[in-house]
């Protein structure tokens, strides 16, 4: 099998998948030389030294390390340290071989030409594969003030949680509006925490922030109306991507390709207080990203099927007419990353040929 398609398979075993189109092909290429490709095809998503991954490719130690710090260097490898010592892994393709390249800010004839090569694949095959069938891997979390004090019953809920729970914070560019500069809302307002943060800032991706500029960057995009997402696990957040629904991948699984999986909404939806409202169509112009309100007869009315729980119209209302109240039906969050993961790769099909990436 030729080198970049067995990549891609093995990408294709992950949750985020990696479908089969004449633009991945591209896009591995540019990002992969030949040699990377073919030592990254002996890597896992679990983190191996420099050795054993050398051993498996069949060349040395001193090749495959070259190799190794050049493609983390690019931001489409992971590295940890352990004890004293390089360990390396794959990245999924979202959020990672997509994401961590555009970090910088992009801005050279490759990253317009990946920019391309991702709209491309995003429309023509990763973005239907992407969304859950039906488990989503990522969630809308609703605007912190949004949120009543009667309401705030689950801590993964609350998004302030996911900034005074963090050991490390790096703040970073969003990569969906670098590559696709659809408009001109803020980019550097995507908070990653934990071990994948600590690499992005070692790389020159991001840069270390404290718990108290990671709650400005959350106020800041709230302002800007932005949609906080994160992955769909009760246990902890390992980011907070905030979203526009013209750029990000995530949301435009929706307002674009219409997938009705693409992402699981919080428990929340907007309700109009219609003897308060004053029909100035803030929430329904400038705030809902689904255009899931409209104004009837000088008053907003929600469409709550289409409505994503985000809590920006809630904070946009000068007349505070809108609230956010429980959906009868709540949304399913699995209870850890783990249990996510595995209920997104039975119901895609992909178990097998994770579990074999993960053991070779």
Known sequence: MEIYEQLREILNAHPATAPKAKSIDEILRTLFTPEEAALAVNMSYKTKSVSSIAKAAGVADSKAKKNLESMADKGIIYSKNKEGEKF???????????????????????????????????????????????????RVVAVEKAITAQDRVHPYEEVKNFISDANYIALTKCACRVSLAGCDKPKEVCLIFGEIAEFLVERGFARKISKEEGMKVLNQAEEAGLVHTSNNSADRANMICNCCPCCCTVLRGRTQLKHPHAFEPSRFEAHVESDECTGCAICADERCPMKAIEIKDDVAVVNTLECIGCGLCVTGCPAEAIKLMERKQLPSVPASIKEMAAQVLQEKGRLDAFLKVMQS
């Open 88 to 138: 390396y892994g794959l990245l999924p393709l979202i959020p990672g071989v997509f994401e961590f390249p555009f970090m910088k800010g992009g801005g050279t004839p490759m990253h317009k030409r990946l920019g391309q090569l991702w709209e491309e694949y995003h429309h023509d095959a990763l973005g239907v594969s992407f969304a859950g069938q039906p488990t989503p891997l990522m």
